[in-house]
């Protein structure tokens, strides 16, 4: 499948990020992917994200569209042509546009699903919380703009956890079909992070003890993005249990700089 590149504005973006036992993230990701570990621990989360004017790069962004989206995402690695890469592997992608349900796969990369978005920021508190139409997904983060990250976090500093989550570029989603997922990077022109103090954090994917059981997942820390121009390539498609990626060229690559996926 080729997507066309997508241009817009990332309006504000939460990623949530959770310590997990990399032996029960081995358990979940399909082939050729593995957990990336950082100090000892592998890294998982959702990505709460409103986009603005969104539309392929060809359009005027005031034809984009705009939705609040969410992505659970893991950091993966996998080799290819004797390499090692790096980016996440995304699950699950939910979105309150009925536009990028129906575009998901063909316009958006891998399945989207629709879900209600109750969204409520005051000054420098944010309070996010979504639940899907089929009930699969609930999510909820509730924080304030902080100073620096906490003091259990697996990151040493800000700047550390920055480089680790601009460095997931690449993403690559579940499709409709079995085994099949598709890639997406995601470039910045500014790529800038502010930690997030949570109060109060819900999820029901990292809740699932059938996937993970007690004292495999503690969250970690929650960093904040705002304002941020970007535009996504299409990366191909992966098949489950080959090392191949169709990679589809752009001579405009060049100017932009990585920044995240999903």
């Not at 539309?55 to 080799?79: K, M, Q, T, Y």
């Not at 029901?204 to 304002?227: H, I, T, W």
């Amino acid at each position: 499948m080729r997507i066309p590149v997508i241009r817009g504005v990332i309006d504000r973006r939460i990623l949530v990020n959770y310590r997990v036992d990399p032996d029960v993230l081995a358990r979940i990701l399909p082939a050729p992917f593995r957990p990336k570990v950082v100090n000892g621990t592998g890294m998982a989360g959702a990505c709460l994200i409103r986009l603005k004017g969104i539309r392929p790069r060809f359009l005027l962004s005031f034809l984009g569209i705009s939705s609040e989206n969410a992505a659970h995402r893991i950091a993966v690695e996998w080799d290819q042509d004797g390499q090692t890469n790096g980016g996440v592997f995304i699950p699950r992608r939910d979105t309150s546009s009925w536009l990028n349900t129906l575009l998901g796969g063909r316009l958006f990369p891998g399945v989207h699903h629709h879900a209600a978005f109750q969204v409520h920021e005051e000054d420098d508190r944010y309070r996010v919380e979504l639940d899907s139409n089929d009930r699969q997904t609930h999510l909820l983060v509730e924080g304030n703009i902080a100073q620096e990250l906490p003091r259990t976090s697996v990151f040493g500093s800000l700047q550390e956890a920055s480089d680790f989550f601009e460095g997931g570029s690449l993403g690559y989603s579940v499709t409709a079909k079995p085994g099949r997922y598709d890639g997406l990077e995601l470039h910045s022109f500014n790529w800038h992070v502010q930690p997030l103090a949570v109060r109060k954090v819900e999820s029901s994917y990292f809740e699932d003890r059938a996937l993970f059981p007690p004292g495999s997942v503690k969250f970690d820390c929650a960093l904040l993005m705002r304002g941020i121009e970007h535009a996504w390539h299409s990366r191909g498609t992966m098949c489950a249990g080959r090392n191949q990626v169709a990679v589809a060229s752009d001579p405009s690559r060049p100017e932009l700089s990585t920044a995240g996926s999903g």
